[in-house]
């Protein structure tokens, strides 16, 4: 059984059609890449997976789930996780706390165990703090545990943010535009940090990115869009090649 | 039949007052996305400086007929009021607006003055209520089985005539672009050479001006002043005015009548007692089934 | 032994108040006002949690206080007092069941704080400040219709219960009863905040939409932070009720939503150390501005230019309040504690306390 199946995905929004007839389909481990020129309805793509729209058209299945009517926190317990193209981390509380804040879904106690402080209260909580210091240490983010994000450069508050959509313990993760605004010393570091979550983490990852560099040297297959419709899919090769692709991005040579 | 076009009028009646105060609300948040809570209480300072003018002009000074009065006593007012409320948005609002402070703060500072309003008055001019003086001569028709009063009519006719000039101003005009063009994007206004300042004074003189005439005509309708006068008309003629649809004026106008209309429909039905109950209730409900209001547009987020 | 500081020095001052008050050393007035400053206190903290940690505008939190008030106060009275038949329960009893007449009270006041939280579901900010104001008149309009409780004339009888107390053995019942109450929702709101689950509440505050996405179930984080919320004001209006003997639904009224919104952003959003400064610096100044001759003494240029204008003090402490709270967002929006706690401006502090 397939991670992600969606089929036939169609969005509108009043009378604009943002994603058209999109299908995928993900098995456990890959590395997808999502790329298109601006406004093609990538980030939209996300948003309908993730629980945040409610597709007009279409399904969306993970792990044999159907994900229709749910909301985004239960669909984010089914084991999906992202970031986002403007970083939206909590910039007013540590980098600890928004690392442990994302494991609400599986916090494990109840209101009441947090008034009186019971021992599962104290059980789960270290359990949630354990998890938390171990992947930031894991991500070299261990040093900065009590910063506030706000506080940070560019490039950390990128890894916490991937550190944070982590703690979920995702089986699929939804990058999007990882690489946005990072200075090219941080795409490395982010090229390795990705390659090291997909070695080290039974984990499906799926990436919207511009930044040609990350895609080629990281996704394994690649889906085109354009106008929220598949244009080409294929391997980077493939896709560098293709003429409709090209014809996407720089246009034609028609005036 | 007769008691029904009765009561259809006494709600065109009591709703114009609460249209014409909550088309105050909706144009200054429409350009500035603020809550001007204050708003209610200026309604009330309306009403007094009213009726001190009014006072003035039939006293030993002036002396004049009555009538006069009236006629003299429209334009005072609403330029006095006016002057109230803008004074207003530039001690207390611009300050904030000019240090981009967070609306909540801005949102505090109209309730606090509102406030400060009402118990200023209270203390400035004492507990003692003040009676307005008849300016009117109360000319009563009887159509059919139905009275009304010159005076009604006329209350119903401004709310009228404001909501179809204010309409104009809106939409037709450069200035009424201007004030929506605001709403859209308070930064880019000025950058393409629009006086942000000059327009929110203006929104705050049409919408304060007209809540002064309101006041003027309630306190001929009512002729009893008290400083709280305003404080819970204010609120509801706000929540009237989010039930049409905040930002947009058919919203006030046709939310303030819609509030009259379910008042005064309770009073007929239930103890009177219940009136503010029911008012809130159902409009709550309203707002429950549609949060944008009736003319509102939903806003989507974008992430 | 130095962690146990803070505890220690609260215990003594707790002991201290109770002891001057059963020794006489001090009145009934300054005993009031003690009692004021914890509901205060109670009042500004659990409207910090919706105002502050979750950064909605809830207007109307005296309306939770009016439910929590009336339905302890009858409880009360048909428990231990003479109003609605004779009292059901025997006076000795009166000890045991008062801590739990707040309780149901509270409970109640939570389960009204539902009706704010459902629409927080859909909307935020100035929507919500609406429908909070509307629910505070509705409350006190329903109250006003129902005769059977005294309608707007008000309902007392509910010191018979401090009476059957004070029976039992002649101490200063209320005030200790307040205290053990301002303890407790400052503890509960501090473990509820400092929890993981409760980080979710400013996760809410500052992106709600990231909260959602990552696992935070908004909307029930809403209702438990609405319903605490309200319980405690709910707990609030009923030691209010018991203190005063007499509750009348205009004391529950936008002004005193207004209060407690006045303690909330004097003392810093989301800072609950600030909440409970502020509610202590906010009591005493209303006592303060209580007195005649200050208010003379403050106006007397006024005064001055027109002799004839006697300015009464209840007055014109309400356009001195509001007015603080107009320079304070003028000049210090963030209030005294900005959103962080006592411990974080001064870090000595955290030597003198420990907190489990």
Redesign the interface.
């Known amino acids: 059984m397939s991670l992600l199946k969606i089929d036939g995905l169609t969005q509108r ?1 009043g009378g604009l059609q943002a994603v058209s007839e999109f299908s995928v389909e993900m098995q456990g481990g890959e590395l997808m890449g999502l790329i298109g020129p601006n406004g093609a309805g990538k ?1 939209t793509i996300f ?1 309908l997976i ?3 729209y409610q597709p007009t058209e279409g399904t969306i299945t993970l792990d044999g789930t159907p994900t229709a009517g749910l ?3 239960q669909v ?2 089914l084991g999906v ?2 970031t ?2 403007n970083i ?6 540590t980098v600890l ?1 928004n690392i ?8 494990g ?1 109840t ?1 009441w165990d ?2 009186l ?1 019971t021992k599962r ?1 104290r059980e789960c ?1 270290k359990r ?1 703090e354990n998890i938390a210091f171990e992947l930031l240490e894991a991500m070299s983010l261990a040093d900065y545990a009590q910063e506030l994000p706000k506080n940070l450069p560019y490039g950390l508050q990128r890894r916490v943010e991937i550190a ?2 982590m703690s ?1 313990k995702p089986k699929l993760l939804l990058l999007d535009e990882p690489a946005a605004g990072l200075n090219s010393s941080d795409v490395e570091g982010l090229i390795k940090l990705v390659r090291w979550i997909h070695d080290n983490f039974d984990i499906t990852i799926f990436m919207i990115e511009h930044q040609m560099k990350v895609v080629t040297s990281l996704c394994q297959w690649i889906k085109v869009i354009d106008f929220g419709a598949t244009i080409a899919e294929g391997t980077a090769e493939d896709i560098q090649s293709n003429p409709a692709v090209i014809k996407a991005y720089l246009g034609d040579d028609t005036i | 039949m007769d008691f029904i076009i009765q009561n259809i009028l006494n709600a065109l009646q009591w709703g114009s007052f609460y249209a014409l105060i909550a088309l105050g609300y909706t144009l200054v948040y429409g350009v500035l996305k603020l809550i001007n809570f204050a708003h209610g209480d200026i309604f009330m300072v309306g009403a007094y400086i009213a009726f001190f003018v009014a006072s003035w002009l039939l006293g030993p000074v002036f002396g004049l007929d009555p009538t006069i009065t009236f006629v003299l006593a429209i334009p005072l007012t609403m330029i006095l009021t006016a002057c109230v409320g803008v004074t207003l948005e530039r001690i207390a609002y611009r300050p904030l607006r000019r240090k981009g402070a967070h609306r909540l703060y801005v949102v505090i500072t109209a309730l606090m003055c509102g406030l400060i309003l009402e118990y200023g008055n209270l203390a400035a001019l004492g507990a003692s209520r003040k009676k307005f003086p008849d300016l009117l001569d109360k000319v009563i028709w009887d159509i059919g089985g139905v009275s009304v009063t010159n005076l009604k009519v006329l209350v119903i006719f401004a709310a009228i005539a404001v909501f179809i000039f204010l309409n104009f101003i809106v939409t037709k005009t450069k200035i009424g672009m201007a004030m929506r063009g605001i709403s859209y994007d308070k930064f880019a206004i000025p950058l393409m050479g629009i006086p942000i300042d000059a327009i929110i004074v203006f929104t705050f003189i049409l919408g304060s001006s007209f809540a002064g005439l309101a006041g003027l005509l309630f306190a001929m309708s009512y002729p009893i002043l008290e400083p709280f006068m305003g404080a819970l008309i204010g609120w509801k003629a706000f929540i009237a005015a989010v039930v049409g649809g905040i930002g947009d004026i058919r919203g006030a106008f046709y939310g303030g009548f819609l509030l009259g209309f379910i008042e005064v429909g309770v009073v007929t039905v239930f103890p009177s007692t219940y009136r503010d109950l029911f008012a809130f209730t159902i409009l709550l409900a309203i707002l429950w089934m549609k949060p944008t209001g009736l003319f509102g547009v939903a806003k ?1 987020t974008k ?1 | 032994m130095q962690k146990y500081t803070f505890n220690f020095v609260l215990a003594a001052s707790c002991l201290l108040m109770l002891a001057m008050a059963q020794y006489g050393l001090i009145d009934n007035y300054i005993q009031a006002v003690f009692m004021f400053v914890g509901i205060n206190i109670i009042m500004s903290t659990s409207l910090n949690l919706v105002n502050g940690n979750m950064g909605e505008f809830s207007c109307g939190h005296a309306a939770f206080m009016c439910v929590g008030a009336y339905v302890s106060s009858v409880l009360s009275v048909l428990c231990f007092g003479k109003l609605l038949g004779g009292p059901l329960l025997p006076a000795s009893m009166a000890v045991f069941v008062f801590p739990l007449i707040i309780f149901i009270g509270g409970a109640v006041a939570a389960l009204a704080g539902i009706i704010v939280a459902l629409p927080s579901f859909k909307t935020r900010g100035d929507y919500l400040a609406i429908i909070t104001i509307a629910v505070n008149y509705m409350i006190i309009s329903a109250i006003e219709n129902m005769p059977s409780i005294g309608g707007s004339r008000g309902f007392q009888g509910m010191k018979d219960t401090v009476w059957a107390m004070v029976d039992t053995f002649n101490g200063p019942w209320m005030l200790l009863w307040v205290i053990l109450f301002t303890v407790f929702t400052v503890w ?1 709101i501090r ?2 905040i400092s ?6 509440v ?2 809410i505050c ?2 709600e ?11 029930r984080m809403k209702l ?1 932070t609405f319903m ?1 919320s309200s319980g405690l004001a709910g707990i609030a209006g009923g030691l209010f009720a018991h203190i005063v003997g007499y509750v009348n639904p205009q004391s529950f009224n936008i002004l005193k939503s207004t209060e407690a919104m006045v303690m909330v952003y004097l003392g810093g959003m989301g800072s609950l150390s600030g909440a409970v400064l502020s509610a202590i610096l906010f009591t005493g100044l209303m006592e303060v501005l209580r007195s005649q001759s200050l208010i003379e003494f403050i106006l007397s240029p006024v005064t001055f230019v027109f002799p004839d204008w006697e300015p009464s003090a209840g007055v014109i402490k309400w356009v001195l309040i509001p007015l603080i709270l107009v320079l304070l967002m003028q000049f210090r929006p963030e209030g005294i504690m900005g ?1 962080k706690e006592l411990s974080d401006v001064f870090p000595k502090l955290k030597k003198y306390y420990s907190f ?1």
Do not use: C
Not at chain 3, 210 to 215: D, G, K, L, Y
């Open positions: 929004f980030t948003n993730s629980g945040f909301k985004p926190h984010t317990s996780a992202r986002f193209q939206r981390l909590w910039h007013d509380m706390d442990r804040i994302a494991q609400h879904y599986r916090m106690y209101v947090s008034f402080r209260y909580e949630i944070r959509a979920i | 989507h992430i | 509960i473990r509820f929890s993981t689950y409760g980080k979710g400013n996760a500052q992106d939409i990231a909260a959602e996405i990552m696992s935070v179930n908004t909307d438990v605490l959103n489990k």
